[in-house]
């Protein structure tokens, strides 16, 4: 409990604010959500796309300190690992953890976000619907929303997604005290669905993630309760302007996913009619305004969605800014410092370890060289438990913070060029040098920083 209850305002009710505002709210302060959406628990169509997302640590961690991961988990599928679909139909899986228990959770958008509003509203935060943010006034500190009067507030925050009008409001008033850019990836997406089969059942593997890797496009599926997936395709964005008719969709699919075209039956309407998502990298400097303005989640840091990040990292951002509180109690000051000091570190190795991920789905999948080196480090993973874990596993299984997995994951990439130096088979690895060279350069740094290799368990 804080010693004093403060007004807080949360722009946008969507995964992050709607937590965000259940995280405050059990900590005594007045909350309310505005949303400029109408209330997509009336009308499914207000939605919004009807992506599927991975669920992984550090975002369970944030579910579980407002004790919701029990409710949440009834909703999800399992993922435990990759399947990659080659053009000739041929299948590689390649697990993610070292065994089943380290998994990832597929969930949908919709359903999580329904979920997270009506807990908000069992604490007791009152959410105001079709309320848009239009503008801040900073020295007055109020909030002016669609069809209210300039709220009074003592913080406010901003979880009002990648083109946050609260990150807006910020960038005018600071002026050139703040830095802001926008990179667009270049590919964008479109949602595809993969229905049941005719026993209800599901048509491939359920408990994995499965790819399609093309190079610089791809296809993804990720399981629904139900026995449907839910399908990504990735391409190129000036790629679009080719495929305007069903002939030739059909002829893209024919030449790329032949094997997927059994299981999806209605992929021409889908690519013709679903729209095209926009995909880029949003960088800010500062996330906040004195001890009054915060952004957090893809307002701060909106990422490609290659890592399966977006929504964990801005659950950790809430993760960080609440311990804070707990901490720092009325010295709030203290606490957006504090955030702004650690979570802009994470949202940008965040946002490159996203970016790199890309490449990987994209073109290093099909790629041998790195799958053999993804074997080999499977292996060693296997054998030192406690020393080694892949960049991949301290991402998703561990609560470490990403900028230390970025430079993690640069020691141990040194490792494994010389561990894989002369061998082609993970069986003729050198045991007793891998261990030798990780007690030498990786442990001792591990050490130094303070980190628990430990998966994160509930
Ligand atoms: C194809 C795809 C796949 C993804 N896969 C994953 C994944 O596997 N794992 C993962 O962790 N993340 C994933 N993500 C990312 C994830 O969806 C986002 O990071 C997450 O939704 C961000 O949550 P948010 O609450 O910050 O923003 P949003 O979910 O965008 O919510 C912002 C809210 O603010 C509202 N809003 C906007 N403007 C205003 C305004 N003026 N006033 C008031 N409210 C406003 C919006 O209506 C919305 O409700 C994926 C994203 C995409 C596109």
Not at 202 to 230: D, V
Not at 334 to 345: F, G
Not at 349 to 375: H, P, Q
Request: hydrophobic share 35%; proline share 5%.
């Amino acid at each position: 409990m804080s010693e004093q209850p403060k007004k807080i305002i949360i722009s946008g009710a969507g995964l992050v604010g709607s937590l965000l505002a259940i995280g405050l709210k059990k900590r005594g302060h007045d909350v309310t959500l505005f949303e400029k959406r109408p209330d997509m628990r009336k009308n499914l169509k207000d939605q919004g796309r009807s992506i599927n997302l991975i669920v992984t640590a550090k975002g369970i961690k944030t579910l579980a300190s407002c004790n919701l991961w029990d409710a949440v988990k009834e909703i999800t599928v399992p993922v435990n690992g990759r399947m990659m679909h080659s053009i000739a139909g041929e299948m590689t899986y390649q697990p993610y953890g070292k065994d089943d228990s380290e998994c990832n959770y597929s969930i949908s958008r919709g359903e999580l976000n329904v979920l997270l509003m009506n807990k908000a509203e069992e604490a007791g935060v009152k959410i105001h619907f079709n309320s848009p943010l239009l503008d801040i006034s900073l020295s007055r500190k109020c909030a002016y929303f669609d069809g209210h009067n300039c709220l009074s507030y003592d913080h406010l925050f901003g979880t009002d997604g990648a083109g946050s009008p609260t990150r807006d409001a910020l960038i005018e008033k600071m002026g050139d005290k703040a830095t802001f850019k926008m990179h667009p990836l270049g590919a964008d997406y479109k949602e595809m669905q993969m229905p049941s089969d005719p026993n209800g059942d599901y048509s491939i593997e359920k408990n994995a993630l499965h790819i399609w890797p093309r190079g610089n496009h791809m296809l993804m599926a990720l399981p629904n309760q139900g026995g449907s997936f839910t399908m990504t395709l990735y391409m190129p964005t000036d790629w679009y302007e080719k495929y305007k008719t069903p002939e030739s969709v059909e002829g893209y699919f024919k030449e790329f996913y032949p094997d997927a075209i059994p299981l999806m039956p209605n992929f021409k309407k889908d690519f013709l009619e679903n729209p095209q998502g926009f995909l880029g990298t949003v960088r800010m400097n500062p996330w906040v305004y004195e001890d009054q303005v915060a952004l957090l989640g893809d307002a701060a840091h909106a990422i490609v969605p290659f890592f399966g990040q977006g929504m964990n990292s801005g659950f950790s951002d809430i993760q960080y800014l609440l311990d804070q509180v707990d901490k720092n109690k009325d010295d709030w000051k203290a606490t957006m410092t504090s955030y702004q000091d650690h979570q802009k570190l994470n949202g940008d190795a965040v946002a490159d370890l996203s970016l790199e991920n890309f490449t990987e789905m994209c073109d290093k999948v099909g790629d041998e060289n790195f799958l053999f080196r993804k074997k080999v480090e499977h292996k060693i993973e296997n054998s030192f438990p406690s020393k080694y874990r892949s960049r991949y596993a301290m991402v998703t299984y561990t609560l470490i913070p990403y900028h230390k997995v970025v430079e993690a994951g640069k020691i141990q990439s040194k490792i494994l060029d010389e561990v894989c130096k002369g061998i082609s088979s993970p069986d003729e690895l050198n045991l007793d040098l891998t261990e030798k060279l990780i007690d030498e350069k990786l442990t001792p740094w591990f050490k130094q920083e303070g980190i628990k290799l430990e998966r994160y368990h509930l």
